[in-house]
């Protein structure tokens, strides 16, 4: 469902994301880990169209965006860790209007939206505003919208960044159900090393740009003698404190200066 080969992002003379490759089969689960500044992100913008590859291939579905990009977007849903949601519609509104955006169908979008939303125990709050909703419900509408076209692969990028556990647990359920019954390919990023563990089939841990390995929970854990995925991805990436912001600074330098040339 997912194929990269050799994937490459400069920006000026920094290097944002080092010859990367792995594939993603249809209703997987897939877990892309990395410490802050990794390339994580930069490769997320690449495979959904918002950053042109400088050297590589990407395949989505067998197509490429690079080429079909309007095409490639139809074929996915995506979540970003920055709320997207219209906070002045309701529930129900802003499902309406993603799946006008989508060319759902009226009645197909109805009935798709009254599922979704029952299926993420948000029907009776369906008339409410979302300004008046709590960050895990908004985080589940998030979602359920992702999931409204009825994607083939859905990008969740830290999705549940800053929910408690309760409603992390809740939100992972759902997710599970509608890969298993939907057989959505599903690629997630994460710092909740526990999260990964628990619902990805296969992970990939990435590193100063590139793929440091690739495998299951229980693989990883046994490449590096871990009892945890957290001590695996420790022990693959390190325990020094990262600069969060130090590749993606550096990154925005070059493009600033890119375009003042």
Known sequence: MIRVQNLVKTFGDFTAVKDISFEVSQGEIFAFLGPNGAGKTTTIKMLTTLLHPTSGT???????????????????????QDPSLDQEQTAW????LHGVLYHVPRKVRAERTEHLLKLFELWDRRDSYVKTFSGGMRRRLEIARGFLHTPKILFLD??????????????????????????????????????????AHRIAIMDHGKIVAQGTSAGLKEQTKSESLEGAFLALTGETLRDESA????????VVQMWRR
């Open 58 to 80: 990407i395949e989505l579905d067998g197509l490429d965006p690079t080429v079909k990009a309007k095409e490639a977007r139809q074929r996915f849903g995506i979540v970003f």
């Open 93 to 96: 509104e802003n499902m309406e």
């Open 158 to 199: 830290e999705p549940t960044l800053g929910l408690d556990p309760q409603s992390r647990n809740q939100l992972w359920t759902h997710v599970k159900r509608l890969n298993e019954t939907e057989k959505t390919t599903v690629f997630l990023t994460t710092h909740y090393m526990d999260e990964a563990d628990r619902v």
């Open 247 to 254: 590749d993606s600074k550096q990154a925005m330098r070059q």
